[in-house]
């Protein structure tokens, strides 16, 4: 994995100072391991949550990185919306989940979904945020898929420890953007 | 007097101040206890989420509606998420009032904000310790940059820091490991004033983050997730840089969950023999003795307790003979910038995370007064990328939405500015009785407001972010002037103040208090003005001076 990798390197440079590399290879040691698990959805229905998991990837889709349901995302929209999300903001999506299935989305063609998608988007952008069914929607799912470790490692590029700076260099022709 | 609980020195804080008088004191010999409110936080083991990626953090680093309910005021700030928020307090267990609305942002813990702040390291100069004397603003300081500037070396050279020599009266000269390199676009802003301005310079902040190894540590591995605690104790903090130093003299006692509740004012002695402490846990009470006191809790934190030090001798705190305790609260603000873009340079990128920024110090009313308000103020100046963020604000979806927001997008540069704010009376903290904190200590009160002088800097601030971009050829600068809350740049300074005359000030020139000479306030309290530069350096010269000092003093048992 990439990410392994760039640690290992950036851990490399820290060996060489071998004063405290001992500290650090103990607390390293240390760590626990948080396992990703799937698990029935906390805040969706089960077909509420299929439908997310139609329009996560319908924002990210697979294109030479892998799209968002591979990542989880669903599940995290779900669990964001859950904890993370104000009840003004619970109500703005499950509202929007409402019209979403009044418009018969279930039963559209691929086609058909993607106009209502661009109709949503643009009706929507202008809308604050807790009024925004499709900004809290795209908040969370690209939060979601570029915090995970699919997203982060292979959408985009991650070092967890870069093993330092360098501030101007030549950016190559397939160089993706870092990671915040 | 119970042998076990004397010391020759008590420290009350363990933060920027307190590791340093920790350090001072115990490396001059003194045996030293060290009393901490907050809990214990080891140097490293205890950096729970120091190497956690984002996915492994809980809901991918986004607080919850929970944490936001229970630390209401600390999650405001930028620093905020899942990594960090066991670094800030429960708002809702350490409770104060805001008779004016004010944030309060600080962590009970070992290191107190020294884990979490920002690390900017600068001198103050005499145009600022002259500034009040020149003007007839508050009272002078009792010293000047002389008495200062060996402190600031032999700080400097302890924590190591990084960055660039401006070559400035108004911002000395430091001792300096080379900085952080600029990116492509810093470089372009830097040659655009100098080709443009003969007074504005951009350097790479003075930044107490290793570029360099020293003394073991470091050097920086470009995570720029400082506030998590460094494993590789690249940047300066007590845990890992002077609380280490104190403990290997042997003879440190550090002891956390022990909250100070007063000071012992011995009326036959004339002096204080004593603090009263209650253990965090169980609220029991018990006393400690030492020959001197240093009182390094931080400004609220430190004049909190003088407050409630109150004797016959001293029944408005103690130390309070001028009635000033409490008055001319400062903090800086910075609600005045700009921000833009620039579409060139996109052959350009950097590697790693830079945890420093770019500074442009100080240039308004520095030779003379210029403008419509006094004093100054220098820009926090950061410049990327764009990243996938940019996505979040449009309509966009879809194949070609991601395969554009995961490239580097235009460049982008953010600056606001850090003004200085004037000492005034009304503003000030008090304590009221009648609204005890869990462990039945008077809560604390603070009234504090920005006024004209600080409001037409805030608009000269913006006015000058939007003229310096705009020389740089930035695209869609956008200068803005907001409302800064007090205590937002947690720069906390005065109620305390240091001054010549015990009649309008709390502490002498060796931060000693006036009328109890073995008591000392180090932190940002003694403060008597609020300069443009970044506080915490001078905290640090100015503990370890009076550490110094009163070594020497108890040597010659003069205390």
Redesign the interface.
């Given at each position: 994995m990439i990410?392994r990798r760039y640690f290992l390197q950036?851990t490399s440079?820290?060996m060489a100072?071998a004063?405290?590399s001992r500290?650090?290879a103990?607390?390293?040691a240390?760590?626990t391991?948080?396992a990703?698990s799937s698990r029935a959805p906390v805040f969706l229905s089960a077909a509420e949550l299929g439908r997310v998991a139609v329009l996560v990837d319908?924002?990210?889709?697979e294109?030479d990185?892998p799209a968002a349901t591979a990542a989880g995302t669903h599940d995290?929209v779900d669990?964001?919306l859950s904890?993370?999300?104000?009840p003004k903001q619970q109500a703005t999506f499950r509202s929007g989940l409402t019209a979403l299935a009044v418009d018969g989305f279930d039963s559209m063609s691929a086609q058909d979904r993607?106009v209502w998608?661009?109709r949503r988007?643009?009706s929507?952008?202008v809308l604050s945020y807790d009024e925004s069914f499709?900004?809290i929607l795209?908040?969370y799912t690209?939060?979601?898929y570029?915090?995970?470790?699919i997203g982060?490692t292979r959408?985009?590029a991650?070092?967890?420890?870069?093993?330092?700076?360098?501030?101007?260099?030549?950016?190559?022709a397939d160089?993706?953007?870092?990671?915040? | 007097m119970p042998k076990a609980n004397t010391f020759d020195a008590i420290v009350v804080g363990s933060g920027m101040s307190g590791g340093w008088a920790a350090k001072e004191l115990t490396e001059r010999g003194l045996e030293t206890l060290v009393l901490e409110r907050g809990r214990n936080l080891r140097h490293?083991?205890d950096?729970q989420t120091?190497?956690?990626?984002?996915?492994?953090l809980p809901?991918?680093?986004?607080?919850?509606?929970?944490d936001r309910a229970a630390q209401p005021i600390q999650s405001t700030l930028y620093l905020y998420d899942q990594s960090t928020k066991h670094h800030f307090v429960n708002d809702l267990e350490h409770p104060y009032r805001q008779a004016q609305p004010f944030n309060w942002f600080r962590g009970n813990h070992v290191g107190g904000r020294s884990l979490m702040w920002a690390r900017h390291v600068f001198r103050y100069s005499d145009l600022d310790f002259e500034a009040n004397l020149r003007e007839g603003t508050g009272i002078d300081w009792p010293i000047r940059y002389a008495d200062l500037a060996p402190w600031y070396e032999h700080v400097e050279r302890f924590i190591g820091a990084s960055g660039e020599n401006a070559g400035l009266a108004q911002l000395p000269d430091q001792v300096l490991q080379p900085p952080?390199?600029?990116?492509?676009f810093?470089?372009h802003i830097r040659s655009r004033f100098a080709a443009r301005f003969t007074d504005r310079k951009l350097i790479c902040s003075a930044t107490a983050v290793l570029s360099r190894?020293h003394n073991?540590?470091?050097?920086?591995?470009?995570?720029n997730q400082c506030a998590r605690g460094c494993?590789?104790?690249a940047y300066f903090s007590s845990n890992g840089v002077t609380l280490p130093a104190a403990a290997a003299t042997g003879r440190l006692t550090l002891q956390p969950d022990s909250i100070v509740h007063s000071l012992i004012y011995d009326d036959s002695k004339g002096r204080a023999v004593g603090v009263r402490v209650l253990d965090a846990a169980t609220k029991r009470t018990t006393e400690y003795f030492a020959r001197v006191i240093f009182l390094c809790a931080s400004t609220l934190g430190s004049t909190a307790i003088l407050l409630n030090s109150r004797s016959s001798r001293f029944p408005n705190g103690l130390g309070n003979d001028s009635g000033v305790l409490g008055h001319y609260l400062m903090d800086h603000h910075n609600g005045g910038g700009a921000v833009g873009s620039y579409s060139r340079l996109?052959?350009?990128?950097?590697?790693?995370?830079?945890s420093t920024s770019m500074y442009i110090p100080r240039f308004r009313n520095v030779a003379h007064r210029e403008k419509n308000f006094v004093r100054g103020y220098g820009y926090e100046v950061y410049t990327s990328?764009?990243?996938?963020?940019r996505?979040?604000?449009?309509?966009?979806?879809?194949?070609a939405?991601?395969?554009e927001?995961?490239?580097?997008?235009k460049w982008q540069v953010y600056m606001e500015g850090y003004g200085e704010t004037l000492p005034y009376e009304d503003n000030r903290v008090w304590l009221d009785p009648d609204r005890p904190d869990p462990w039945g200590m008077p809560t604390l009160v603070v009234s504090m407001t920005y006024r004209d002088n600080e409001r037409r800097m805030s608009e000269q601030m913006m006015a000058d972010a939007v003229e310096m971009l705009e020389a740089a050829d930035v695209e869609e600068v956008s200068g803005f002037n907001r409302a800064t809350i007090p205590g937002s740049v947690i720069h906390e300074m005065g109620t305390a103040r240091m001054g010549r005359d015990p009649k309008t000030s709390v502490l002498n020139g060796h931060n000693q208090v006036h009328a109890v000479p073995n008591v000392f306030v180090t932190d940002g309290s003694c403060m008597v003005s609020s300069p443009t530069q970044n506080p915490s350096l001078t905290y640090m010269a100015l503990t370890a001076r009076a550490s110094a000092y009163a070594v020497e003093r108890l040597g010659k048992g003069e205390l």
């Open positions: 990410n950036g440079v820290l100072h004063s405290f500290v650090v103990t607390f390293l240390s760590r391991a948080v990703a319908m924002i990210l889709p294109t990185s995290f669990m964001a904890a993370c999300a104000s993607l998608l661009q988007a643009a929507d952008v499709f900004k795209k908040d690209l939060t979601g570029f915090h995970s470790e982060a959408a985009l991650y070092e967890r420890v870069p093993g330092g700076f360098q501030g101007d260099i030549p950016l190559a160089q993706k953007a870092w990671v915040i | 490293v083991v950096y120091a190497l956690q990626d984002p996915w492994q809901h991918h680093n986004r607080p919850t509606q929970q952080f390199e600029m990116n492509a810093e470089k190894e073991g540590r470091g050097p920086c591995q470009g995570r494993p590789f104790s996109a052959d350009r990128y950097y590697r790693g995370r830079r990328r764009q990243n996938w963020t996505g979040l604000e449009t309509a966009g979806f879809g194949a939405f991601k395969n927001i995961t490239r580097p997008g």
